[in-house]
C-alpha cells in the first residue's frame, strides 16, 4: 500500500513539473514572438517617420534623388509623379530586425498574402513569416498556376482571387504587386510584412492600406482649386482614412475622365451614383476583411473581372496601343489604373 501510494505521487508530481515545464516553454515562445513582432514593427514606423516630407525618384528629371512632398502644389506636378515607374534604390532603410525563426513563426495564425505578378524578381517572397500563406496570380507564364491574361495589372489578379475564393474567403487578408520595393513602398515588403500587424482592417471598417511614402488623396470628380484648408481637415479625421496620412492633397486625376465613363455601366448599379469627392490612398495595396468584400455579390466582382479584361484587351488593339507600356497607359485609362481610386469605395465608402 506504501509503494502504491508512493509511485502514485512520484507520477503525479512528474506530471506536474511536465505541465509546468511546457507552460514556461509557451510562455517564452510568446514572449520571444511578440520581441520580433514589436522589433519589426519599431522599424517600419521609424521609416515611415523617416519617409515623410520626401518621396523618391523625379518624375520630371528636374531634381536628382528626393522629392519634397510640400512642392506638390498643383494636379500636374501630382500627376508627374504618380506616373512615375522608376524603381527604389536599395541603399537606405536597413532595417534592424530579429533572426527570423521558422519555428516560431510557424506558430502564429495562419495569414493570406495575394500577389500580382508581371514577371518581377519574387525571391522575396521565400523570407516572409513561415505563417503567410502566399498566393500569386501571374501573367507570364500560361502553363503555371494562377495565370492571368495581361490585361487589367494588378486588378484583374486581385479581382481573379476573390472570385475563385469569394466562399471560403479568409477572415483578413492582404493584396500587393509584386516588386520587393516598388517606388512607393517606405520598406521591402518582406520587412514590412514581418512588422505587419495583421487584422488592422478590422479596426478601420473593413480596410486599410500598406504604408507608402506618397501623400493620401482627395478625388474629385470635378476638377477644382486644392486648398489647404480641406486638406489640414481630413489631416484631424485619421480615422477616415483607412491608414496613416502624412500629407493629404486634394487631387483630379488623369483617369477621372476613364473613370467618368465606366461607371454609369460598370460602377452604378452596385455603388450607387460616383461621389463628387472621396479620399483614397495610392498605389492599390492594401489589406481587407471578408466582410467588406462580402459586401457586394459574386456577380460583381465577375462582371467586373470581366470588364478590366474586355477594357485593356480593347485598349490594347486601338491605335494607343504603341503609347502603353507594360500595358500601362500613361494616361491612365487602363483598367488598373481606373481601379486604383475606386478601391476605397467597393470596400469601404470614404465620400467627403
Known sequence: ????????????????????GQVILRMLVMLQLWRSHWMAADALRDAGRRSTGRLRGDPEGGNAGYLDVSSFGGTGAMDAYLNTTSRLAEE????????????????????????????EDVTWLQHLPKNID????????????????????EASKYLSYIVEHYDVLPEVLAFVQAGRQDWHDVLPKDVMLRGWRWEMAK????????PTSAPCLIEDRDEMVPTPERAQLLLQQQSQTHG?????KEHFPK???AIKEAWPSTFESELGPLPARWLTHCCAQFEVTRSAIRRHPLSFYQELLAWTLRHDRALSESDYVDAMRRNHDPDRRDAGHILEPLWTLIFADIVL
Not at 1 to 20: A, D, G, H
Not at 134 to 153: K, L, T
Not at 244 to 248: A, I, L, N, R, W
Open 92 to 119: 537606405d532603410q536597413e532595417a534592424v530586425l530579429p533572426t527570423p525563426n521558422a519555428t516560431l513563426e510557424a506558430q502564429l495564425p495562419r495569414r493570406t498574402l495575394v500577389v500580382a505578378r508581371y514577371d
Open 203 to 210: 479596426e478601420n471598417d473593413g480596410l486599410v492600406f500598406m
Open 244 to 248: 496613416e496620412c502624412g500629407d493629404v
Open 134 to 153: 502566399v498566393i500569386m496570380y501571374q501573367s507570364s507564364d500560361p502553363s503555371s498556376a494562377h495565370y492571368v491574361e495581361n490585361f487589367g495589372n
Open 255 to 257: 483617369q477621372m475622365d
Open 1 to 20: 500500500m506504501y509503494l502504491s501510494v508512493s509511485c502514485t505521487r512520484t507520477i503525479s508530481m512528474t506530471l506536474t513539473v511536465t505541465r509546468l
